[in-house]
């Protein structure tokens, strides 16, 4: 794999690595397609107890890769729907798989990255991360991600940040329940652990059948849910907002809709 990596602790413990570090960790088509593969692989492994999403650099995720998106205004319909399909699809896998998953989060977590840390378990973030949903100041929504972010934080939540792609803080992001603890940034790994530990003395069939249980408890994320998720952003990427957003984003402008004087 090019962009992610697994590491295995000899516990049953798993590490994800999101590693392009030198783009922030941003979300391209390959990324997609190896965190899906990755889903499944460590889903599937018996030897794995426990996974920890990770990422290398100063960013955990900086949401989707521009140049990603940007390739769907001249690609056809059927690839346009494939694409988008392709996101939801890898985030469902990681909603599902049948093992605890653990966040270990720093730096930027916008867009795609925030709905990764929403299918998470736990996350667990330094004081430094900063959050937001930048789509809308791109011409996009979040789209895919939108079902998994709404189950975390709950509709009243999401409302405060989910359509005004505002950037809020770690302290913030815990109250909005996309974080559970928020930790010194050498604390860290020892917080990580701390939410490992437990899961190693539990059965691992009856963790993910508890966890199962759960998610048909919870706020249901249905196939049809994901598949309206799709239809909007493929419909986002058809309009006229989004081309002018990633490009205004690319030239290094402002956008035409944006009226607020920064100074």
């Known amino acids: 794999m090019e962009t992610i990596s697994i590491e295995h602790d000899g516990r049953g413990v798993a590490w994800l690595w999101l590693d392009r570090a030198e783009k ?5 088509a390959r990324m997609i397609a190896e965190l899906h593969e990755a889903a499944r692989i460590l889903g599937a492994d018996r030897s794995v107890r426990v996974v920890v ?17 940007r390739e769907q205004f001249n690609a056809a319909p059927a690839t346009r729907a494939r694409e988008a399909g392709a996101l939801a699809r890898m985030l469902q896998a990681l909603n599902t798989l049948p093992k605890p998953l653990i966040a270990r989060v720093q730096g930027n977590c916008f867009g795609g990255g925030l709905g990764m840390v929403s299918v998470c378990d736990v996350a667990v973030g330094v004081p ?23 189950a975390r934080m709950g509709e009243g939540n999401a409302r405060r940040v989910f359509m005004s792609g505002r950037r809020f803080d770690a302290a913030e992001a815990e109250r909005l329940g ?13 917080a990580i652990e701390e939410e490992v530990a437990p899961y190693l003395d539990c059965a691992p069939q009856a963790v993910a059948r508890a966890k199962a249980l759960l998610r048909r408890l919870g706020p249901p994320i249905s196939e049809e849910e ?13 309009g006229e907002e989004a081309p002018e957003g990633i490009a205004a984003f690319f030239d ?12």
């Open 178 to 190: 996309l974080l559970a603890r928020v930790v010194p940034e050498d604390m860290l790994d020892r």
């Open 226 to 238: 994901i598949a309206h998720s799709v239809a909007e952003l493929v419909a986002c990427w058809e």
């Open 24 to 28: 922030h960790n941003a979300l391209s």
């Open 128 to 150: 430094g991360v900063t959050m937001a949903l930048t789509e809308t100041r791109l011409g996009l929504i979040p789209a895919t991600i939108g079902p998994y972010v709404a």
């Open 252 to 263: 290094k402008r402002k956008p035409g809709w944006q009226t607020r004087d920064k100074g």
């Open 53 to 69: 999403l990770a990422a290398r650099g100063r960013s955990f995720c900086a949401g989707g890769d521009l140049g990603w998106m």
